[in-house]
């Protein structure tokens, strides 16, 4: 999936960073890929990529989606943690 999702980079350098490759198709992929992507890499390392996801690589209606199906809401449905922020210093 990485030539796919992180078209930027060669598959090479893309796969290099496997997390950045899971959270993007996680992001922006298709029914299928996203299908594929679950089964083959199962719901605990997909909440792991939620939970060390950095600023700008979600977008509001895929994390919220994910919280949900991940079973990630905290404690009452409809209450999804805010998106990852930039965080100046």
């Given at each position: ?5 992180i078209w930027w980079k060669t ?7 496997p997390a950045h490759v899971v ?67």
């Amino acid at each position: 999936m990485a030539p796919k999702y992180i078209w930027w980079k060669t598959p090479d350098d893309a796969i290099a960073s496997p997390a950045h490759v899971v959270a993007q198709v996680m992001n922006i992929g298709d029914f299928d890929d996203v299908q594929m992507l679950a089964s083959h890499m199962g719901e605990s390392y997909l909440r792991e990529i939620l939970q060390k996801a950095e600023a700008g690589q979600f977008n509001e209606r895929p994390w919220s989606y994910w919280h949900y199906r991940l079973g990630l809401t905290i404690s009452v449905p409809g209450n999804v943690p805010a998106l990852p922020a930039w965080k100046l210093q």
